[in-house]
């Protein structure tokens, strides 16, 4: 996985998001809830437990408040390469989860020790070459029947390329398309893999997101999801 470069953009991260993104209306929480909440549905929708979840490359813990709204009852572990922000999280919000500093190839977690791993836009900033190494250790963390759910930029989307291109701290993302995600979770062990886009309207239009369940088969979401399973 890449050195822990984010180390230099803890204390700035939140507000380069935040002007990264403005052309969308919404600030970064609207977008660090609406996949945890995304997630959330899915899960139910398909009857798979969530005692134990994993938040890989959980950054400054933007995901932490909405994580507690969503998955009150869980027991939550966050794991990242920078220490410096893994200790913003715990400033930003003390409470009883579980830090871990991932060092080296390995996350210190016992296998088959999770039910769900979350990973949002960390795949882009890890090698590609590295990408395998990176799915097969999360699924040896998770238990059988367990997801990994992760949540990416679309690089078939011209707006959100623009907005990596132009972000100090996407300098050195390499966007990934779904088609080829899906198929690195195949090759690394996963099974059936599925993708859903998603973002399509921004805040002016937010009138219109209900519509966005029907068209998560259209390639051109800002983002998109994908689920596999242990």
């Known amino acids: 996985m890449a050195d822990a ?7 700035v991260y939140y507000h380069e998001i935040e002007k990264n993104i403005k052309i969308s209306g919404e600030a970064p929480e609207y977008f660090a809830e609406y996949k945890i909440a995304d997630m959330a549905s899915e899960l139910r929708r398909r009857r798979v437990a969530s005692d134990r979840i994993l938040d890989f490359g959980s950054g400054i813990g933007s995901s932490i408040p909405y994580f507690r709204r969503h998955f009150p009852k869980s027991s939550l572990s966050y794991a990242d390469v920078s220490a410096e922000s893994l200790e913003k999280s715990r400033e930003r919000f003390p409470g009883n989860e579980r830090f871990l500093l991932i060092e080296g190839n390995h996350i210190d977690l016992e296998t088959g020790s999770q039910d769900i791993v979350f990973s949002a836009c960390v795949f882009h900033h890890i090698a590609h070459e590295e990408h395998g190494q990176w799915l097969k250790e999360l699924l040896r963390i998770t238990r059988r029947g367990g997801i990994l759910a992760i949540y990416e930029h ?11 291109n132009t972000c100090p701290i996407d300098q050195n993302a390499h966007l990934i398309r779904a088609g080829k ?8 062990g996963w099974a059936s893999p599925s993708i859903a886009y998603r973002v399509y309207f921004p805040h002016f239009l937010a009138s219109l997101r ?11 979401g800002a983002q998109y999801r994908l689920l596999a399973q242990r």
Do not use: Y
Not at 5 to 11: A, C, I, L, N, T
Not at 181 to 188: D, I, P, Q, V
């Open 181 to 188: 995600l899906r198929r690195e979770c195949l090759a690394a």
């Open 154 to 164: 679309n690089p078939l989307n011209p707006l959100t390329v623009h907005a990596v």
């Open 210 to 220: 209900p519509l966005e369940r029907g068209l998560e088969w259209l390639c051109l």
């Open 5 to 11: 470069e984010f180390d230099r953009f803890v204390e």
